[in-house]
Structure formats: C-alpha cells, structure tokens
C-alpha cells in the first residue's frame, strides 16, 4: 500500500517565525514531490515541487528532500497570518503517468 | 485564461439520482484528473486521463463514471448517487508531473 503521512496539526507558530511542514512517504522508488497549500473552502494551489535530494528555495519557502530517509519537508521562513492554511504533501508514483498520491494534510496557524 | 472550471459549484441529490459533474481546461494539458476529498482526507483519486481517448481508474473509481470528450473537458457521472458519495469533488489538469485544481464541487447525497 503506497501512502503519504502527514501530521494532521494544528501546527501553530507565532507570526515571524519559521513553520517546519514534514511528511514521509513509502514507496522507495518515488520520483517526485510537491506541495499544496488549500485554504478553507478552496481547492489545492501547487506551492513548490522537488525533484532531488537537498533543498529548494522559493522566497519564504523551501522544500528539502532526503529520498534515503523517504522524507520531504516544507519550511515557510518569516511566518504570516496569510500562510494559515492546510498544506498537503504529495508524492508521484513511479510506476503510473503523473498519478500523484496526497498525504491528507496538515493545517498549520499563523498566531499575529 | 480561466485554467480549469467546474460546474455546478454545488448539488444535492437524493439517494439513486444519477448526476454528471463537467470539467473544462483551457491550458492544452493532456492530462485530467478527478479527485475527491472529504473531511480530515486528502485527495483520493477516482479516475484520470492521460490523454484524449483514454481513461483509467484511480483509488476509488466504485459508484463512477467518467468521458474524456476531447482535450479540453472530462466529465465525471454518479449513476446512482449515494450517501456515502457525499464530497467535495475536485477536477485538474496536469501539464507534465504538476497539477492545477478547478474550483470544487461539493455535493450531498441525502
């Protein structure tokens, strides 16, 4: 059975600091991850992929992967009330055509 | 551009009505999905299409249906609705190994 885990918070920060999103995944042989970030009521919005092992920065975010360990995390540096919102990990299996599989969440909360 | 749409935005249906969800894409991916997600869930999904012409089941594909009518839209059918078919249903479309989620559509089964 391929899963993605996720903790399903609430993770809560107060504003300014760095939040720290993790989630592992089961199939050794995944090739791609990704983040979305989902607010309430609304559908998923791509953040960030990443394809290789170490970190990939993108202003506030970065995602880090370490495929040995089967882990890929999010950072949001400088934390906002915006950024509350529920991120899902996601992971493409790599024996489909892009079929993704999507951890179920964690919501995370921005304190001002 | 509207990326990826989908109607209604919202339905109830009593038990055994059947219903189709549309989905239209204006970003020419050859993939489309559709997923749902329920609550405390992530997305499951139901069906996909790699391509025009083609269709294969995902995760939960039991109680649907699905067309790929050409490259822009991809229907998804509940024959015979039932409770537990109750869910926010998401469409997307896929250029490559990324994907871009339609507004949602939720529906309750009573």
């Known amino acids: 059975q391929k899963e993605v885990e996720q903790n399903s918070g609430p993770l809560s920060v107060p504003e300014g600091a760095i939040a720290s999103l993790n989630c592992t995944y089961s199939d050794r042989g995944s090739q791609s991850f990704f983040w979305y970030r989902q607010y309430s009521g609304k559908s998923p919005e791509l953040i960030m992929f990443?394809?290789?092992?170490g970190d990939k920065e993108d202003g506030r975010f970065t995602a880090q992967l370490n495929k040995a360990s089967q882990y890929v995390s999010l950072l949001i540096r400088d934390s906002q009330p915006s950024d509350s919102a529920t991120y899902l990990c996601a992971v493409n299996l790599v024996d489909s055509s892009y079929k993704l599989i999507f951890g179920s969440g964690t919501r995370l909360l921005v304190r001002p | 551009n509207a990326g990826v749409t989908q109607t209604p935005k919202f339905q109830v249906l009593k038990t055994g009505q059947s219903m189709t969800l549309q989905c239209a894409q204006d970003?020419?991916?050859?993939?489309m999905y559709w997923y749902r997600q329920d609550p405390g869930m992530g997305l499951r999904l139901i069906y996909y299409?790699?391509?025009?012409?083609?269709?294969d089941k995902g995760e939960v594909p039991n109680g649907y249906n699905v067309s790929r009518l050409n490259k822009r839209e991809f229907s998804l059918r509940l024959e015979s609705a039932a409770p537990s078919q109750t869910s926010v249903y998401f469409c997307?479309?896929?250029?490559?190994?990324?994907?871009?989620f339609g507004p949602g559509t939720r529906l309750l089964v009573l």
């Open positions: 970003m020419n991916h050859n993939s």
């Open positions: 299409s790699a391509s025009e012409g083609t269709t």
């Open positions: 997307a479309a896929g250029g490559g190994e990324t994907q871009y």
């Open positions: 990443i394809y290789s092992n």
